[in-house]
């Protein structure tokens, strides 16, 4: 198991920029893949930027060039900045871990409580 807490979230005007962190309860050399998800209000949750344990990188179409997502294995923690960003970046970012378990199967998904981004025309 692992326990994921994000922060950075907060409020931005329009072209500014955040960075979100994804600390890890224990060490993040095992997760297959470290991600970043959003919900928007009446939206379905949609995938943000994954890093896999290779270092292969995957964005959203929406945010691809904007964001960047990077990891720091001796803190257990991955992050997301997010520069330019727009009105419609707003919604509730989760981080993901997807770990093999021994239960439940290969790349068990974990998710974070998530954390506010709020946009402001």
């Known amino acids: 198991q692992v326990q994921l807490v994000e922060s950075g979230g907060g409020l931005v005007q329009t072209g500014g920029s955040l960075r979100l962190s994804c600390a890890a309860s224990?060490?993040?050399?095992?997760?297959?893949?470290m991600g970043w998800y959003r919900q928007a209000p009446g939206k379905q949750r949609e995938l943000v930027a994954q890093?896999?344990?290779?270092?292969?990188?995957n964005y959203g179409d929406s945010v691809n060039g904007r964001f960047t997502i990077s990891r720091d294995n001796a803190k257990r923690t991955w992050y997301l900045q997010m520069n330019s960003l727009k009105p419609e970046d707003t919604g509730v970012y989760y981080c993901?871990?997807?770990?093999?378990?021994?239960?439940?199967?290969?790349?068990?998904?974990?998710w974070g409580q998530g954390t506010q981004v709020t946009v402001s025309s």
């Open positions: 993901n871990a997807e770990i093999n378990n021994p239960t439940y199967g290969p790349d068990y998904a974990y």
């Open positions: 224990r060490s993040i050399l095992s997760i297959n893949t």
């Open positions: 890093v896999t344990r290779s270092g292969r990188t």
